[in-house]
């Protein structure tokens, strides 16, 4: 498919459609609503299904059905929206279903506004509902990153049968850029564990559930999570760096923030501060190791944490540099979207803190 300019919602759902997804449980709320909207079209062009649910509620239950059959399957929101399905992700952690969940954020707490934001980190990569569970979460910066990202969602879910996250915010969701929807590879992976029906003969009874009533079972489906996360902490982290190599001020952002931080490093770099991005693509797992060894090294100085909520991705910079090295932060709230100005400004004043 060549490059075309395609609004950033729409680029999420078609990328959804090239990584085999056919199933989509949603709910409309801004600034999102282009996914399922986009969706409701191409779905039955694919042979697929969209249903708009009655409720955030309905739907996310409605995509745990559907990911306990072994199909490719998502759904979509924005942050009120997300909160609404958090029981139904936990379920999902604890049934061990693939199944994919874009938000897009906005402003809150509750209704809150319809801007961008980033104040949902809390909730995606520290589980969001109840019980010892994590989501695969992906934070692009850009729309062709946000789409190849879907295809990597919809296989490491299927691989490790978990429930991935892609992370954006209204910004990602409504701006528009070029993008070209890359054909994907789908892999087969073994899903007798699918309840896809049963004849007696060619393999087990499939079940899925998600109550223990005994401690020993329950204790053994909590030792087994917690063993597979220890494996996507060791082989899925994902990070990038930007003028790092001799940087002594080292900025940690994500999503478009750290598109926005960018701007700013190319303008102090050609002021003679040495200044560089550190941006996780996984939130969870968060890259803790190199962000450490970074701040083992003697010429950095200081590190500066810039999103917009309220210090929720710094305390997990802090967790990485353990102590090293200083940790500051530059908080935008209310929907408020920082400029490379504003950064700038911020940076300078670490070279005088």
């Not at 692009?140 to 992370?167: N, T």
């Not at 909520?309 to 530059?330: F, H, I, T, W, Y």
């Amino acid at each position: 498919m060549a490059r075309m300019l395609m609004k950033g919602n729409e680029a999420i759902a078609e990328a959804a459609i090239a990584a085999g997804c056919r199933y989509f449980f949603g709910y409309p709320i801004t600034p999102q609503s282009e996914i399922p909207e986009y969706l409701s079209k191409r779905l039955p062009e694919v042979g697929g299904v969209y249903l708009q649910a009655e409720s955030e509620v309905a739907a996310i239950n409605m995509v745990f059905g559907a990911a306990g059959a072994g199909v490719r399957v998502m759904t979509s929101s924005s942050s009120p929206g997300i909160s609404l399905k958090q029981e139904g992700i936990s379920s999902i952690a604890c049934a061990e279903t693939p199944a994919v969940v874009v938000n897009m954020m906005r402003g809150g707490p509750g209704i809150g506004s319809i801007q961008a934001s980033q104040n949902d980190y809390f909730q995606a990569v520290k589980g969001g509902g109840h019980g010892d569970y994590h989501n695969l979460v992906y934070a692009p910066a850009s729309i062709q990153e946000a789409c190849d990202l879907m295809a990597k969602a919809f296989d490491r879910a299927d691989y490790y049968r978990v429930l991935c996250m892609v992370l954006g915010d209204g910004m990602l969701g409504q701006m528009m850029e070029p993008v070209e929807i890359k054909p994907v590879k789908i892999a087969e992976y073994d899903k007798s564990w699918a309840t896809t029906g049963w004849d007696g003969v060619s393999r087990p009874r499939a079940v899925i559930n998600t109550l223990y009533i005994t401690v020993d079972e329950l204790n053994e489906l909590c030792g087994r999570l917690q063993a597979k996360y220890k494996i996507i902490e060791r082989d899925e982290v994902l990070f990038e760096e930007f003028h790092l190599d001799d940087a002594e001020y080292v900025v940690v952002a994500y999503g478009t923030v750290a598109r926005i931080v960018k701007n700013a490093i190319e303008n102090l770099r050609a002021q003679g501060i040495k200044v560089g991005l550190f941006r996780p693509i996984t939130l969870w797992p968060f890259p803790m190791l190199p962000l450490e060894n970074i701040a083992g090294q003697a010429r950095v100085k200081r590190f500066a944490a810039v999103e917009m909520s309220a210090g929720q991705l710094v305390q997990d910079v802090r967790l990485a540099v353990n102590g090293k090295k200083p940790v500051e932060l530059q908080s935008f709230l209310g929907s408020n979207v920082p400029g490379p100005g504003d950064i700038a400004e911020f940076i300078r004043g670490l070279k005088t803190a």
